[in-house]
């Protein structure tokens, strides 16, 4: 598949054109951005391991009859995914209070919700992707009812799927973000599953110490972000348990192979 011009940078991907239309190449970066923006640095390796993670969790969840953009990994940094029209709304997730929602009701950091809560957000980093109400995206047409009923039972099914997954391998998924897109399937539009599903995107704690195995490694200055991403990985099988391969050795070592 040959890679066409840029067409969009976000935060920690680049999107390009690919010689057929309805598809693009989804390029993951190591950037990392906290805080609106105002947090910023490279972690190298980060991109290598989201882009592996992303696929093994997007790939399952069309296993159980999730849709959405994947159609396949190119390589250690990139996937060929279909072309969708965003629906300007993060979709927020809640099994345990933790981030954003603490601070914002002074609910206690870990509480666990008798029911998984779904928040959203605009997408929107000048105004810093605030909370709105469902009453919110009717009233701007930033989506139909019947997309977000579709949204909201597709959204219980992958955090049912997601939870038992992360137990699986001793992880609790605290909370994720959701992103959503529109395709044309025969002429009509279909809401599909679109961006990332990583420790980018998640809050993961390890299920004994809950240690945290997720983007707040950076966000809390706590470090070795790496090594906890490449535990993630191992844990769900990506990478070897007895691999000593970091992230940052792959990544060299796909530079190499390229340069070649
Ligand atoms: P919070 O609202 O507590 O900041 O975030 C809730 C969850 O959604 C966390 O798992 C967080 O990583 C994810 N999340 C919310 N907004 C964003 C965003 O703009 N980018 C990324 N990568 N994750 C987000």
């Given at each position: 598949m040959k890679k066409g011009k840029k067409l969009y940078e976000g935060k920690a991907k680049i999107i390009y054109a690919t010689s057929d239309k309805n598809l693009v190449i989804q390029y993951f970066k190591d950037d990392a951005t906290a805080f609106n923006n105002q947090k910023k640095s490279t972690i190298e390796g980060k991109g290598v391991l989201n882009n592996r993670i992303s696929e093994h969790i997007l790939s399952n969840l069309s296993q159980i009859?999730?849709?959405?953009?994947?159609?396949?990994?190119?390589?250690?940094r990139e996937q060929v995914i279909k072309l969708v029209e965003i629906i300007p709304i993060e979709f927020i997730v809640r099994n345990v209070a933790s981030g954003s929602i603490t601070k914002r009701l002074g609910i206690e950091d870990g509480t666990v919700l008798k029911e998984p809560l779904v928040e959203y957000c605009l997408k929107n980093d000048e105004l810093g992707d605030p909370l709105i109400a469902e009453e919110h995206i009717y009233a701007f047409e930033w989506a139909s009812k019947k997309e977000i009923e579709k949204v909201k039972k597709m959204i219980l099914r992958i955090n049912d799927f997601m939870i038992g997954m992360f137990r699986g391998v001793?992880?609790?998924?605290i909370d994720f973000k959701l992103e959503f897109g529109r395709i044309k399937n025969n002429g009509r539009s279909e809401v599909i599953l679109a961006d990332e599903i990583s420790p980018d995107t998640c809050r993961l704690w390890d299920?004994?110490?809950?240690?945290k195995l997720d983007k707040d490694r950076f966000r809390k200055d706590l470090g070795d972000l790496i090594p906890a991403y490449t535990e993630v990985a191992k844990r769900l099988g990506i990478?070897?348990?007895?691999?000593?391969?970091?992230a940052v050795n792959v990544t060299k070592l796909s530079s190499i192979k390229r340069k070649k």
């Open positions: 009859g999730i849709k959405n953009h994947l159609v396949k990994r190119l390589n250690m001793g992880i609790k998924l299920s004994i110490t809950d240690k990478l070897h348990e007895q691999s000593n391969v970091s």
